[in-house]
């Protein structure tokens, strides 16, 4: 269903001999050093560039929210959709900042969005309650795939050249956890964790509510499409579809959050080059994500303490890789005439 071709290694190695040649004691430059090799492994290219950056934000909303797992009422998934348009929230802010193209998509907000600002790409008036039934159809699921990755390529077809994918969707924390026991098969209590801010009692209800879904369905990981129909989210279908599309364009993807980490984690089993294409940019203090991020194999860039989700982590991750990019452009001992040390 997906062709992601492989890193150039060969090119890795030209550019790791390179940076070698830059004034500067060798591997003093850090982990910035490793990220420009990488960068140029993804996109085959000697001096890669991440600039202009995309920022695609999926919304939609979560039938589980009936069991009561957030601090907030569903009806905010919509509310923010409408901030973000106007530019208010903090990913619009981060976006101008960093000179990203925006967009944000409702692929299954539970209400209709006035409006003509965002892109109406709704598949399903948000997912089935799935401690009850299925979260929705794998036709639908398929339908949200491929809305993440139509539009991922179309930022790409207009010159972006690193994506981040974001989420709103109250509830998803919820959902994310559940999918990332299916993955992982860890218990869902070392994964549960506060989302966007509820009490000790309330996390202790929502592990319940988690393990009701994963006894009624007994999700396979081998089987991605069945695994987002029984306790997927459409946004975060959405968001794999994308992060596919990125990695079949060679487009290096940085990773945002817990939601978007456990997204990078399906898309993974969609294909499992995909993940060559990942960053991770920040580690956010959901406890799902620090086993999301290895089990995808990646350290995070950044670890503020986050957990808005949006692409806000991503956002402000990457900066880091315009350090990385922009360290090509050094002087080499030679052509500054340095003299290299020895052993
Ligand atoms: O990205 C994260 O790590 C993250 C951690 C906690 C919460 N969120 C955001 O908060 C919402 C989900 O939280 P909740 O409590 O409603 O499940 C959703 O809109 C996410 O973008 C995001
Ligand atoms: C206000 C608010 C903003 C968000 N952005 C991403 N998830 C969010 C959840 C809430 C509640």
Same mark, same amino acid.
């Given at each position: 269903m997906f062709n992601v071709p492989s890193l150039n290694k060969q090119i890795g190695n030209e550019v790791s001999a390179y940076v070698d040649q830059l004034t500067k004691p060798a591997g003093s430059l850090g982990r910035l050093e490793q990220l420009v090799i990488e960068l140029a492994e993804m996109t085959e290219a000697h001096f890669p560039t991440v600039t202009p950056p995309g920022v695609l934000v999926f919304a939609a909303d979560h039938g589980v929210t009936k069991e009561g797992i957030s601090a907030f009422p569903q009806e905010v998934t &919509?509310?923010?959709v409408l901030n973000f348009v106007r530019g208010g929230a903090a990913i619009n802010v981060f976006s101008k900042q960093i000179g990203a193209s925006f967009a944000v998509i409702d692929v299954g907000v539970a209400t209709d969005i006035p409006g003509e600002d965002f892109v109406n790409e709704k598949v399903k008036y948000g997912t089935n309650n799935f401690c009850e039934q299925e979260a !929705?159809?794998?036709e639908e699921a398929k339908q949200a795939l491929f809305v993440g990755h139509r539009q991922a390529k179309k930022m790409i077809e207009n010159g972006i /050249?690193? +994506?981040i994918v974001g989420e709103m969707g109250i509830g998803n924390t919820t959902t994310a956890s &559940? +999918? +990332?026991a299916a993955i992982s098969r860890k218990p869902v209590d070392v994964l549960v964790g506060k989302g966007t801010g509820i009490s000790d009692e309330m996390v202790e209800h929502k592990r319940k509510v988690i393990e009701r879904a994963l006894a009624l369905h007994q999700p396979d990981p081998s089987a991605p499409l069945?695994?987002?129909s029984k306790i997927g989210g459409l946004e975060i #279908? &959405? !968001?794999a579809g994308a992060m596919l599309a990125a990695a079949e364009e060679r487009i290096p993807i940085l990773l945002d959050g817990f939601i978007c980490t456990t997204a990078a984690l399906v898309a993974n089993l969609f294909h499992p080059h995909v993940g060559d294409y990942m960053i991770a940019g920040h580690r956010s203090q959901e406890p799902?994500? /620090?086993? #999301? +991020?290895e089990l995808l194999g990646k350290e995070p860039l950044v670890d503020l303490g986050m957990r808005l989700g949006e692409g806000s982590g991503a956002a402000v991750a990457f900066p880091l890789l315009q350090f990385a990019t922009n360290m090509l452009k050094m002087a080499t001992f030679t052509s500054a005439q340095v003299s290299q040390g020895g052993e």
């Open positions: &919509a509310q923010m !929705m159809t794998n /050249r690193c +994506l &559940a +999918l +990332l069945e695994l987002l #279908a &959405a !968001m799902g994500h /620090r086993v #999301a +991020l």
